[in-house]
């Protein structure tokens, strides 16, 4: 992708997670209490706990209330409150952590899918924080996992369209919200697994004098007749997840063609490439990721660090990752980001370091 303007610069990354921690092993002996005592097949996936890799999650509500039903609007409230305060934290963190106001910023690009906000997210955050009254607002909803690293692209692409702004990028995500008591379906199990809650963001900077990693390039890639691989279920009683069992073997097959087609547009290849930044899905993606990178059983360190501690957080894991490795770098200079959510679409992004 070419352009006469410069690359925006990350001035700045945060995250943020609300107040309970969840353990693996207290979900593990309360999951015949989630799931309202007899579930026949409950026995044959309880291994999916042990094999998620995952130690601990956060989660915007107690244990208790998962024990409970509720409806679509109950839902719905809390994701409001627990999001814009989610938002609150990260927003403010990034922008001490890059010298910035609220007044600094000249648009706000907000990603989420795990509940309905109209107003959207980023004009609820705009009561809490005194941004500018001119600030440009860009929600996007739909993106699932995706998110964070499409996401990225939008506001980049943005940031680069007018030279010498500043765009905040901020996602939040309440995975666990989605939880459906009376769901018997083997992906709600597989959710209660993997799912947690989180918020992130990041600075990005098109300004001549701004320091820090550029974005370079963006991109994404949609399978064909793969509506039905990743998504949401609407029901009366919320969201139900749906994703199929054959991600990963999809990942495996498909997706180093899908970032070599995309990094061919930015004049580059794997080869050239130092670190990958990638959204974990689950412990069986990232080592189908592995296999399609090329890279060493296990040296996707910093994806399956974040999967431990926090889970699967959907579009905000990404940018927790990369934290993580922009903090660690051990010398890497160029990385790419990807991601996977509904469409079926991978979503790329690539940072120069220096």
Not at 65 to 79: P, Q, S
Not at 108 to 125: F, H, N, Q
Not at 149 to 173: C, D, K, M, N
Request: glycine share 12%; with cysteine; hydrophobic share 45%.
């Amino acid at each position: 992708m070419s352009h006469p303007h410069p690359h925006p610069r990350i001035q700045s990354v945060a995250t943020a997670v609300p107040p309970y921690r969840l353990s693996q092993g207290d979900v593990v002996r309360r999951a015949a209490d989630l799931f309202g005592g007899s579930f026949n097949t409950l026995e044959r996936l309880m291994p999916v706990y042990a094999n998620a890799a995952i130690e601990t999650r956060y989660s915007c509500v107690p244990m208790a209330w998962y024990t409970a039903d509720h409806g679509f609007a109950e839902r719905n409230t809390l994701y409001l409150e627990h999001a814009t305060a989610l938002l609150e934290r990260a927003a403010g963190d990034c922008l001490d952590r890059a010298g910035l106001t609220p007044a600094d910023i000249d648009a706000l690009v907000t990603v989420s899918t795990t509940g309905i906000a109209t107003p959207s997210l980023d004009a609820l955050l705009m009561e809490r924080l005194p941004f500018r009254r001119d600030t440009q607002r860009l929600p996007i909803f739909g993106l699932g996992c995706a998110g964070g690293v499409i996401g990225l692209g939008r506001a980049a692409a943005l940031a680069r369209a007018t030279p010498g702004s500043r765009v905040l990028f901020l996602v939040v995500e309440l995975c666990t919200l989605t939880f459906r008591r009376g769901d018997r379906s083997a992906s709600n199990v597989i959710a209660t697994a993997l799912f947690g809650d989180g918020a992130a963001g990041l600075v990005l900077s098109s300004d001549d004098g701004a320091v820090g990693p550029a974005v370079t390039g963006w991109g994404e890639h949609t399978w064909p007749d793969s509506l039905g691989i990743m998504g949401w279920d609407v029901a009366d009683d919320g969201l139900g997840v749906v994703f199929s069992r054959d991600i990963p073997a999809l990942v495996r097959s498909e997706m180093r063609d899908a970032a070599e087609t995309y990094l061919a547009t930015q004049g580059l290849a794997l080869d050239r490439i130092d670190s990958f930044v990638c959204h974990p899905g689950g412990a069986k993606v990232i080592d189908a990721l592995e296999d399609a990178y090329g890279v060493a059983q296990g040296g996707l360190a910093h994806t399956r660090q974040v999967l431990h501690d926090y889970g699967n957080m959907s579009a905000a894991t990404v940018l927790f990752v990369l934290e993580r490795a922009l903090a660690n770098g051990g010398g890497a200079r160029r990385h790419l980001l990807s991601s996977l959510g509904p469409g079926f679409t991978a979503g790329f992004a690539t940072l120069q370091e220096g």
